[in-house]
C-alpha cells in the first residue's frame, strides 16, 4: 500500500471521516446475537464489526490444567481472513495471541472467579471486519457477552481509544490514524467502580499529553457505557424472570 | 467515584456494577456483593427492595451460569460402565442444559438403598439417567440414584438399539427384538421428561 500524505485534520479541526477530536464512531450493539452460546454480543464501532461468545463455564480438559480455587478463564481473540483489506491468514499470528491475552486480562477483573472452582469459561472474540482499536471494541463486547451469560461480574468493562494525530490528541483512533499517527492508548473501565482494567501506550506522548489521553478515554468509555447498558437492557425487557 | 445514585424501585432491571444503596441502608442479599459499603448488583435481573426488612436483592433474568454442587440434581448420559462404577456425562443442571459437560461418577454403592451387586444390572453405555451430586471430594463429582425420582430416565437395548420400554417394576423389554434388560429406573421412567 503507497503510504498517502494526507493530512489527517482538516482546517477545520475535523477528521477524515468528519468527526471533531472527541467524538466516537457510531456505534450499534446487540446482545445476545447466537442463540448457540452461552453469552454472546456484536458490536459495530465505525467500521469494526465484531463477534463475542462466551460458552460456560464448563469443565477444563486437559484436566491438570484446571485450578482448585477459581475457574480458568480463556479467551481467543481472531480476526477473520477477510477482516482486513490484503488477506489474513486464519492462522494466530503473534498479533492475535497477544490481544487474547490482553482482553483476558482486562476482563477478568471483572468476573467473581472464585464461584466456579475447577471450571473454565471460553471467550471468543471474532473480528468479522477491523478498522483500527480491535482490542477496545472486542473487550466491550466480550464483557457483554459474558454479563449475557449470567455470570456474576463486578461491573461491565469498557474500552476506548485516544491517541495523538498531528499534535492532537483524539478519541477513538481508526486505522489509518493509528498507522499514521504518533500514539494509541487504549484503555478499559469499569464505569462505575472507577477502576482502569487496561492500559497500554503506543508511542510517544508527553506527562501532559498522556493525562489528557488517558481522560479522553475515560470520557469516550463512559459514553460507550450508555449505549452498553441499553443493549444490555433492550435484550431483557421482554424477558421473564426465570423460576428456580 | 463521579456517578451519581439513582433512587431504585423494585422490579427494575439491574446490571452488573450498577449501585442499589449503601450498607447503612439495607442488608445485601443474593445477586448483590458489597465493596466500599456500597452495595452493587453482580448479575443482570430484577431489583428487589424490600423496605420492611430492609434487604436488597437482585432476581436473575438470565438462567444463570452454573457449575454442578452437592445436593444438585444432574442429567446426564452413561459414558462408560465397570463393574463397581459408571462414568457420567451431565449435560444438564437443575433446568439449565450446559453448552458443554461435566463429568461425573456413580459408584455401585450410591445406586440402592439395597445392596446391588454388579453396576451392569444398574445402566449401560448411552443411557440417560438422573442424579444428585452428593460430594466433589478428588475433583470429581459423586452421584448417588438413591431416590425413587433418581435414575435411568431414558435406556437402549444392547441388541438392536431400540428404546427400551417398562415391563414390570425394574424390568425393561425391547419393543424390536423382545431383549429384557435391567436398570435402575426412575419413577418417571420413558415418559420424556429429563
Ligand atoms: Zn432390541
Redesign the interface.
Known amino acids: 500500500m503507497s503510504q498517502k500524505t494526507e493530512k489527517l485534520i482538516d482546517k477545520k479541526g475535523l477528521r477524515l471521516d468528519g468527526r471533531k477530536s472527541d467524538e466516537l464512531r457510531p456505534i450499534k450493539i446487540e446482545v445476545g446475537a447466537l442463540s ?4 454472546s454480543a456484536y458490536i459495530e464501532q465505525g467500521k469494526n464489526k465484531i463477534l463475542a461468545a462466551v ?5 477444563l480438559h486437559p ?1 491438570h490444567m ?1 485450578l ?1 480455587d477459581r475457574m480458568v478463564l480463556r479467551c481467543r481473540y481472531h480476526m477473520a481472513p477477510f477482516s482486513v483489506q490484503e488477506r489474513k491468514s486464519p492462522a494466530p499470528s503473534r498479533r492475535e495471541i497477544e490481544l487474547s491475552k490482553v482482553i483476558r486480562e482486562a476482563v477478568e477483573p ?1 468476573i ?1 472467579v472464585e464461584y ?4 473454565a ?1 471460553d471467550v471468543f472474540v471474532e473480528v468479522l471486519q477491523a478498522d483500527g482499536s480491535t482490542r477496545c471494541t472486542s473487550i466491550t463486547a466480550a464483557s457483554l457477552a459474558l ?10 468493562v469498557v474500552a476506548c481509544s485516544a491517541g495523538k494525530i498531528e499534535d492532537m490528541i483524539v478519541l477513538d483512533l481508526m486505522d489509518i490514524e493509528d498507522k499514521v499517527g504518533s500514539a494509541d492508548v487504549p484503555v478499559a473501565f ?5 477502576v482502569i482494567t487496561l492500559l497500554q501506550m503506543d508511542g510517544i506522548l508527553t506527562h501532559e499529553e498522556f493525562e489528557k489521553a488517558v481522560n479522553l478515554a475515560i470520557e469516550g468509555c463512559k459514553k460507550i457505557y450508555t449505549l452498553q ?1 441499553e443493549a ?2 433492550a435484550k ?2 421482554s ?1 421473564k ?4 | 467515584m463521579s456517578l451519581q445514585f439513582q433512587k431504585r424501585n423494585s422490579g427494575q432491571i439491574v446490571l452488573p456494577g450498577e449501585p442499589l444503596g449503601v450498607i447503612e441502608e439495607f442488608v445485601p442479599d443474593t445477586g448483590t456483593y458489597v465493596k466500599d459499603g456500597t452495595i452493587y448488583s453482580k448479575v443482570v435481573g430484577r431489583a428487589l427492595i424490600d423496605f420492611l426488612n430492609k434487604r436488597v436483592s437482585v432476581f436473575p433474568l438470565v438462567h444463570g451460569a452454573r457449575a454442578p454442587k452437592v445436593g444438585s440434581i444432574v442429567v446426564g448420559q452413561v459414558s462408560s460402565v465397570q463393574s463397581q462404577m459408571a462414568t457420567v456425562r451431565i449435560f444438564k443442571i437443575g433446568k439449565k442444559l450446559l453448552s458443554g459437560f461435566f463429568t461425573g461418577v456413580l459408584h455401585v454403592s450410591d445406586v440402592h438403598l439395597r445392596f446391588v451387586e454388579s453396576m451392569f444390572d444398574v445402566c449401560k453405555p448411552s443411557d440417560v439417567l438422573r442424579a444428585k451430586v452428593i460430594s466433589e471430594k478428588n475433583r470429581t463429582y459423586h452421584l448417588t440414584t438413591k431416590d425413587k425420582s433418581l435414575g435411568v430416565v431414558y435406556a437402549f437395548c444392547s441388541h438392536c438399539g431400540g428404546m427400551l420400554q417398562q415391563r414390570g417394576r425394574s424390568g425393561l423389554q425391547c419393543p424390536r427384538c423382545g431383549k429384557s434388560e435391567k436398570r435402575k429406573t426412575a419413577i418417571d421412567y420413558g415418559k420424556g421428561i429429563i
Open positions: 448457540n452460546a452461552d453469552g460458552y460456560g463455564p464448563r469443565e484436566k484446571a482448585p471483572a467473581f466456579y472452582p475447577r471450571t469459561i454479563a449475557d451469560a449470567g455470570i456474576p461480574m463486578r461491573d461491565l469499569m464505569p462505575n467502580l472507577g447498558k444490555l437492557r431483557y425487557v424477558v424472570e426465570v423460576e428456580e
